[in-house]
């Protein structure tokens, strides 16, 4: 096996925790969360073409408790993943570089995410 | 030719991206991405109303809803495929075992892709 000469990434373990590499990390566990919702996505389209017992067995399948939680988190990732991808969009083109900018944008992402879930649910149960 | 090899990366039918074409790419999915799972957020909230078979079946028979669902599957898998491609790189150390893992990546990536164009072909039919 050849090994690659890049370095590692720090591991998490060993890694001083603050606001902003929390945030990052976030930012990839819900990118990784959001790989699942695709692939759920896409068999629903799947299913859709397959007919009616197909269809039906997909819905079965989507209201078992797991999937339904799996939902849940779905959404937030959802939500925090775009908001958070916007201050990656900012950060490319050199703005919100600022110690006290990063801390503000991150809370503001972090807010607007559950707050976006909220109201999605929300509306989603008819509740608003 | 450009143009070309762009929509070879889109279908998944391209050699992997690495450095500054990775990025570019990452960022315009992500632009791309963005406006359409906005777009399916609003569907889902405004226009599903439950997974009724009927319902869904007449919102996909309009062209620009199934295109624009075609558009979200594909763009979704290609930013995600990046994005997965840059964690394998951070966290697994052999070459050998990055390009293995990318290589099953992206064939789970085009079936999901063939398997949704079909299944939205066969809708049509």
Redesign the interface.
């Known amino acids: 096996?050849?090994?690659?000469n890049?370095p590692?990434?720090p591991h998490l373990t060993i890694y001083k925790w603050q606001v902003t590499n929390t945030l990052s990390i976030m930012h990839?566990f819900s990118?990784?969360t959001?790989?699942f919702?695709?692939?759920f996505?896409?068999?629903w389209?799947?299913s859709?073409?397959?007919g009616?017992s197909a269809?039906?067995l997909f819905?079965r399948f989507?209201n078992h408790i797991i999937i339904k939680l799996f939902f849940l988190a779905l959404s937030f990732a959802?939500f925090y993943h775009?908001l958070n991808?916007?201050r990656?969009?900012m950060w490319?083109i050199g703005k919100g570089f600022e110690t006290n900018e990063l801390k503000v944008s991150g809370a503001l992402v972090v807010v607007g995410a559950i707050l976006f879930a909220c109201l999605?649910w929300l509306?989603?149960l008819d509740l608003l | 030719m450009r143009l070309f090899l762009r929509v070879r990366k889109i279908f998944g039918v391209a050699p992997f991206e690495h450095s500054s074409e990775h990025w570019k790419s990452q960022r315009q999915t992500a632009i791309i991405v963005f406006f359409l799972t906005y777009w399916l957020i609003y569907q889902i909230i405004f226009t599903f109303h439950g997974s009724d078979l009927i319902l869904i079946r007449e919102w996909i028979s309009n062209p620009i809803n199934e295109l624009l669902i075609l558009l979200t599957v594909i763009f979704s898998l290609y930013h995600g495929e990046l994005g997965l491609q840059v964690i394998v790189e951070d966290y697994i150390s052999t070459t050998q075992t990055q390009r293995n893992i990318m290589f099953m990546i992206r064939l789970l990536r085009l079936l999901l892709m063939t398997s949704v164009i079909i299944s939205l072909i066969y809708l049509r039919l």
């Open positions: 096996m050849s090994k690659n890049e590692l990434s990839r990118g990784f959001l790989c919702g695709g692939v996505l896409s068999i389209l799947i859709l073409g397959l009616d269809y039906t819905v989507s959802f775009s991808g916007i990656h969009l490319d999605f509306k989603i």
